[in-house]
């Protein structure tokens, strides 16, 4: 009679409950702590090194992938910056105009040249859009013609590409001021000519027009296609030509100066249409990086969630397996006194130990094979700070995200279940 | 609380009042009605009966580890039914300790370790439990087995450790299950005198057993049959007889 009337009314029915049980009965047992089930739990996972290891492995992997994919993107950020071109990074080139209407002139460079920031500056331009012309050694014998093309330059351009002689000199800005007749030869174009040395002023002639070689090209940092080429002075490149190509000028600037530079360099160049010359400026370095690193980044992230969705998965898989295996030991836990709380606490504990232990394994892993990739890219390894921390516990997160499931499951067998075996 | 225990429940260690257990299932087993009797502090008893009887089923709903389905259960005058799982869990750890035909030991854990079980939930002091898990092992003659698990060692030695764990935390009560039942007849007397030993030091001994002769060494006996329960073994006699006649019938004709 009593009992009924207990159990059908619920607020009456937690106040009797609690004074059911006397007080010395209560607090005689369940005094196991968070430690001593940490204990147990550290015990339980250390005797099964077999089946801890395979439940270990998804989280293994997981915090593997995290750590190689971590160092990989900062040593990728670091090299992006360190090997970034500094030549690149300080050349703009200008274009505009019309080939009838050239508004790029030797007087606009004398002003770009000027402005603050700009270390030297040049014309530049092919010839007939690259169209080779017959070139020969002999004035009126095509026996050892060569197809070669034009590149017209100005003094300057030539310092301003980087361009080196290994034989001979450059011409300089009295070519063009007193019509010297004179050309340098790409050392490839040179090849073709089998002309090694300027030594005795060998001469060339095209389309009836005898040019004076005087040096011969052997690099050019900012343009290597001049080192197949016949590069000429603007001069005789007008006559050559007829000078109706379309111009460029390239201007090297300091460290930082280009994007400035590419905004000012159109008023010095042409002060009454500076908006018909169009700046061709590199992306500055934070750019790039920035760039690298999302694309990166982006494609990284998603495998590290995957990763840890598998690390995840495997603890669960397997620690249910084993919940279903263990029924009657979990049972006979619960005759001896274990509450559903220390059940499902002690699963918890023990897919947290796991997790833990494939975080470790997971980040001993990764940094070596993250320092064997970064070196095969001869990327200077950089470990970002606190990975080493936050990949343990992401492994003990892994855990006890995947051992929810297992303790709910656990704490629903009964006593019983340890007789059922 | 004087209000829930009656003047005579308070009395008695263990009441149990018109107690049944039905199995639910295709079709339902009542494998125990009407169960009602009293059991005092220190007393030993013997619960037998033949197979499918339904001893252990009493033994469950005694150690709380199944709840039965009629009837009240007192346990120190508190009634079981009225307590939620947990309180249950305590009043159990406090009051019961068990073996069963199996040792149940848990297979990853050392001798002492598994007999340690008890006492930690008891938050003791690591010093304080091994002292006792010591002294259990000592009792049970298996001092020289602590650090063995459960795989290295005999049926015999496993039982008498799973002895040790139901008595390191000094429970009020030792329920046994057929606790004998896998020995040889001389390992068995071992185990019985430890079982005896402990009652003689004040824990009530409840053993289930179909031996007479096991159940003659107690001073007070049960019989369980079809579920129902009675004093004494006169009941489980007069079945036991009839199987002695249908033994007889069957040798009969097997000779002639
Ligand atoms: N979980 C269960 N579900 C359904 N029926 C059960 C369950 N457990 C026991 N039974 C039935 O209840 C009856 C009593 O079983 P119990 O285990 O108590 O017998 P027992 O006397 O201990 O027998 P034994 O000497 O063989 O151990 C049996 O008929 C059995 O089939
Ligand atoms: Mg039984």
Known sequence: MTASRIRTGWPSCRVRRRGLLPEAIRTETSKLGILATAHEALIGVSRQLGRTTICALGTTIAVTAFVVTNGLSASANNSVLSTFNALNATTVEFQGGTSHHPLLTQAGVARLSKLHGVVSAGLIWDLDQQQPYDVSRQPHDSSNDAELSFTAASASALTTIGATTSSGRMYDSGADLHHQMVALLGYQAAQALGITSVRGAPAIFVDGVALTVIGIIDSAQQDTEVLANVVVPPY???????????????????AGAAQLIG??????????????????????????????ATSLSDLLHLLELAGIAVGILSIAAITILSINQRRSEIGLLRALGYRRLDIARLISLEAMVIGLLGGILGTSIGMLLFVAAADSQQWTPVIPAGIIVIAPVLGIATGAVAGTYPAFLAMRITPMAALRS | ????????????????????????????????STASFTVDAAEALAIIGRSGSGKSTLLNVLGLLDTATEGEYRVAGVQVADLPDHDRTLLRAAFFGFVFQQSFLVASRTARENVEMPLRLRGMQRREREQRATEALVSVGLEGRAGFLPRAMSGGECQRVAIARAIAHRPRVLLCDEPTGNLDEHTARDVLRLLFRANKQGMTLIMVTHDLAIARAFPRTMSVRDGRVSEGADSFLAAESLVTDLAGSLAAASTR
Do not use: C, F, H, W
């Open chain 1, 263 to 292: 905004n000012q360099g159109p008023y010095a160049l042409d002060p009454y249409q500076p908006t018909a010359i169009q700046a061709a400026v590199p992306p500055s370095p934070t750019t790039l990086r920035a760039q690298v």
């Open chain 1, 236 to 254: 005789v490149a007008s006559i050559i030509s007829g000078g109706t190509d379309e111009r460029t000028v390239i201007a090297r600037t300091r």
């Open chain 2, 1 to 32: 609380m004087s209000a829930l225990a009656g003047p005579e429940t308070k009395r008695s260690l263990l009441s149990l009042d018109r107690i049944g257990r039905t199995y639910g299932g295709q079709p339902a087993v009542r494998a125990l």
